[in-house]
């Protein structure tokens, strides 16, 4: 029966300082975030929180298209209709249309969002949750959204295709459907039946988590861009939030941080038929950069106003468009994102000064952070003695610490060369009383001696692992199929690694992840 152990972050040396300090609750961080991740958080968050009938019409209509041709669920389709409720609210995920989910880590944030909805609904029983994902289908970020890695090989969708990658057509994917190793019956669908992928990878995580309540929402979508008219204009005008994120920026990393987003001065992308481009103000007129594009203030803001949709935010604007669609109390993301997050929450301040209707900063939440360690792997760590947190450490020290451990044979010079250090002292002393010119000579040779036994000492620790060779090697395999090339298993691959082999797996990780639990998760037989 499979089990999961919860491993603290900061032993696992995989997480960023700033990740680690939100998670603890560090007080340097505490002016950059309005609510800490607790249950009393959101029972605060509840109490403030307001998302107008029309706001929750304009939902309602952007669903009812997106879902028109989507045979759904009976409880996402319950879900949908609960966000007319005003006590009905989302925790939202958010990510890239990635082919074939991309890595695991996107499945570990699907599932956390679901997990959390169901337990605010166990603690808030008047409350209703909804879990969203929000699509970032605008994004154009390609390179990352093309491969994915099942069974140790990288399959790489080619296209010749530009802009938005949720608006790109399929043409070139069937030909990664061919080299899978067996039919995948999920994405064989998606992937024939759906003419972009933004409506593939709604349909797939719809078949695959529907049954769990989950809504995907994608924000490349007319009736939702209304809602952001006075925010694309006001940055249009003032180009305001790219400097609040450079004070804020300054602040972190004077407190010893570093900033994860850069902003820009215009922090907006002209959005158009294979066409995703920065928006420049050069000269008094705004550039749309790298086309022939150019347009005067009135002429751009009139765009705003009539066609919001030619408009994507980035990074720095991006939240602000989800939290003004949905009406969220969390938003569940990871290291990155958290990072990214704390340096927007006197952006939202702004907006909310500005008049945005019913802004609110969410409750940032830990995504789970998982690796999934199979019976005959845990068999062969505990046949070699070893635990799933030596496995954290990299392979140089992974090593060491694993011949030292084993060996019989004390390879270590540290006491020959305290003993060295001692002869060259008496040395010194007598170079004082005969002549103190050659101290600097003597020092020297001292440095090439202990220099000597450091070399010799590294010989014969490679002499040990020689000598360990077998058990050496088996380490190390069992280190590389869990951690590919030195990464976390959940960054690098794919579910289908475990789901082709157990229809069952989403469900039992499903039901073994606590999203209260703010570890590092090892799922395994223990």
Do not use: C, W
């Given at each position: 029966?499979?089990?999961?152990?919860?491993?603290?972050?900061?032993?696992?040396?995989?997480?960023?300082?700033?990740?680690?300090?939100?998670?603890?609750?560090?007080?340097?961080?505490?002016?950059?975030?309005?609510?800490?991740?607790?249950?009393?958080?959101?029972?605060?968050?509840?109490?403030?929180?307001?998302?107008?009938?029309?706001?929750?019409?304009?939902?309602?209509?952007?669903?009812?298209?997106?879902?028109?041709?989507?045979?759904?669920?009976?409880?996402?389709?319950?879900?949908?209709?609960?966000?007319?409720?005003?006590?009905?609210?989302?925790?939202?995920?958010?990510?890239?249309?990635?082919?074939?989910?991309?890595?695991?880590?996107?499945?570990?944030?699907?599932?956390?969002?679901?997990?959390?909805a169901n337990s605010l609904k166990e603690k808030f029983p008047e409350y209703n949750f909804v879990p969203v994902y929000w699509m970032g289908s605008e994004d154009h970020d390609f390179a990352e959204i093309s491969h994915f890695r099942l069974f140790g090989k990288k399959y790489q969708w080619e296209t010749t295709q530009k802009g938005a990658v949720g608006r790109m057509n399929l043409q070139g994917i069937e030909s990664l459907l061919q080299e899978l190793p067996e039919k995948i019956e999920l994405f064989e669908t998606a992937y024939t039946k759906n003419i972009s992928l933004a409506k593939a990878t709604q349909w797939a995580v719809n078949e695959l988590f529907g049954d769990k309540g989950i809504v995907v929402i994608d924000g490349d979508d007319t009736t939702l861009k209304k809602n952001l008219i006075p925010i694309l204009q006001n940055e249009l005008r003032t180009q305001k939030s790219g400097q609040i994120v450079q004070e804020v920026s300054g602040k972190l990393e004077n407190l010893g941080y570093k900033a994860q987003v850069n902003p820009r001065n215009i922090n907006l992308f002209y959005l158009d038929e294979d066409l995703r481009e920065r928006i420049e103000f050069v000269d008094g007129k705004y550039h749309v950069v790298n086309t022939d594009l150019y347009f005067s203030e009135h002429d751009i803001l009139q765009i705003a106003e009539e066609t919001p949709e030619m408009f994507s935010p980035n990074a720095v604007l991006r939240p602000v468009y989800q939290e003004l669609s949905i009406p969220n109390l969390g938003y569940v993301g990871g290291p990155g994102e958290i990072a990214y997050w704390l340096q927007l929450k006197n952006v939202f301040k702004y907006f909310e000064t500005q008049g945005a209707d019913n802004l609110q900063y969410p409750i940032l939440f830990s995504r789970t952070f998982a690796l999934?360690?199979?019976?005959?792997?845990?068999?062969?760590?505990?046949?070699?003695?070893?635990?799933?947190?030596?496995?954290?450490?990299?392979?140089?020290?992974?090593?060491?610490?694993?011949?030292?451990?084993?060996?019989?044979?004390?390879?270590?010079?540290?006491?020959?060369?305290?003993?060295?250090?001692?002869?060259?002292?008496?040395?010194?002393?007598?170079?004082?009383?005969?002549d103190k010119s050659l101290e600097g000579a003597i020092a020297a040779e001292e440095q090439k001696t202990l220099k000597s036994l450091d070399n010799l000492e590294k010989r014969l620790q490679k002499a040990e692992e020689r000598n360990q060779e077998t058990q050496v090697t088996q380490v190390l395999g069992i280190k590389e199929k869990l951690f590919p090339n030195g990464a976390l298993q959940e960054r690098t691959d794919n579910f289908l690694n475990f789901y082709l082999n157990d229809s069952q797996w989403l469900d039992n990780v499903y039901h073994l992840i606590n999203p209260w639990d703010f570890n590092f998760q090892v799922i395994g037989l223990f």
């Open positions: 029966m499979q089990r999961i152990k919860g491993i603290p972050f900061s032993e696992t040396k995989a997480f960023s300082k700033i990740f680690l300090d939100y998670i603890t609750q560090q007080d340097s961080l505490k002016e950059f975030y309005q609510y800490s991740p607790t249950i009393e958080s959101f029972g605060e968050i509840l109490k403030k929180k307001q998302f107008s009938d029309a706001q929750r019409n304009n939902l309602q209509i952007a669903l009812k298209e997106q879902y028109k041709n989507l045979k759904i669920s009976e409880k996402t389709q319950k879900n949908i209709e609960l966000l007319q409720d005003a006590k009905t609210f989302t925790v939202a995920t958010a990510h890239q249309p990635l082919i074939f989910f991309g890595e695991l880590y996107f499945v570990y944030k699907i599932l956390t969002t679901i997990k959390l999934m360690v199979q019976g005959n792997q845990q068999q062969k760590i505990e046949k070699l003695g070893l635990t799933i947190e030596d496995l954290f450490l990299d392979e140089i020290s992974l090593k060491k610490y694993f011949v030292e451990k084993n060996s019989t044979n004390d390879f270590h010079l540290n006491q020959e060369m305290e003993e060295f250090k001692e002869v060259f002292k008496k040395i010194q002393q007598k170079a004082q009383q005969i």
